[in-house]
T-cell receptor, first 109, second 115 residues
Framework: GEDVEQSLFLSVREGDSSVINCTYT??????LYWYKQEPGAGLQLLTY?????DMKQDQRLTVLLNKKDKHLSLRIADTQTGDSAIYFCAEIINNDMRFGAGTRLTVKP | DTGVSQNPRHKITKRGQNVTFRCDPISEHNRLYWYRQTLGQGPEFLTY????????KSRLLSDRFSAERPKGSFSTLEIQRTEQGDSAMYLC?????????????FGEGSWLTVV
């Protein structure tokens, strides 16, 4: 089974904010990542956060990390239809990157 | 474009045939990974190279699977005697071993369909 857990689906209206949540289990993870995958394509790195940070903002993306609860979230502001995709949370442990099952974000016009 | 490149992008093969996928990582990256992804799932780790050395292999990598990285640059993943359960997308990724270069970059993947 997966060590990284995500809810499978999220639906929002265009212009709203989207929040995708993730929990991970290994407190020794040094980096945590968010990837985006569009149909039939590989994984596109969106952003990552070091484990000694609580927050990272990059344009419309905000990552929040709660190490105590092993909880990671990705907020997308002003969500657009082009943001519709599957979003994967991942942690890196030693040399192995472990992924959640992905959250399918649907943006309705 | 100097990203991770994978070939072929799509492969349809009959059960029992052998297939080989190639990955060209980002040129200065000495670490290379192979993952497998099936529909509705996240990528699953298969194996990892640091330069030409294969340092880790997942239990998912059965005896029919072999990966090589002979000169520490491109890598190949061969599947022998393919089975329908091998149908998946095979993703290659690379990572720099220097400094803060812990970001892993993925290729577009190679889709395998075994009929």
């Amino acid at each position: 089974g997966e060590d990284v857990e995500q809810s499978l689906f999220l639906s929002v209206r265009e212009g709203d904010s989207s929040v995708i949540n993730c929990t991970y289990t290994d407190s020794s993870s040094t980096y945590l990542y968010w990837y985006k995958q569009e149909p039939g394509a590989g994984l596109q790195l969106l952003t990552y956060i070091f484990s000694n940070m609580d927050m990272k903002q990059d344009q419309r993306l905000t990552v929040l990390l709660n190490k105590k609860d092993k909880h990671l979230s990705l907020r997308i502001a002003d969500t657009q239809t082009g943001d519709s995709a599957i979003y994967f949370c991942a942690e890196i442990i030693n040399n192995d990157m472990r992924f959640g099952a992905g959250t399918r974000l649907t943006v309705k016009p | 474009d100097t990203g991770v490149s994978q070939n072929p992008r799509h492969k349809i093969t009959k059960r029992g045939q052998n297939v080989t996928f190639r990955c060209d990582p980002i040129s200065e990256h000495n670490r290379l990974y192979w993952y497998r992804q099936t529909l509705g799932q996240g990528p699953e780790f298969l194996t990892y190279f640091q330069n030409e050395a294969q340092l880790e292999k997942s239990r998912l990598l059965s005896d029919r699977f072999s990966a090589e990285r002979p000169k520490g640059s491109f890598s190949t993943l061969e599947i022998q005697r393919t089975e329908q359960g091998d149908s998946a997308m095979y993703l290659c990724a690379s990572r720099s071993g220097r400094g803060r270069g812990n970001t892993i970059y993925f290729g577009e993947g190679s889709w395998l369909t075994v009929v």
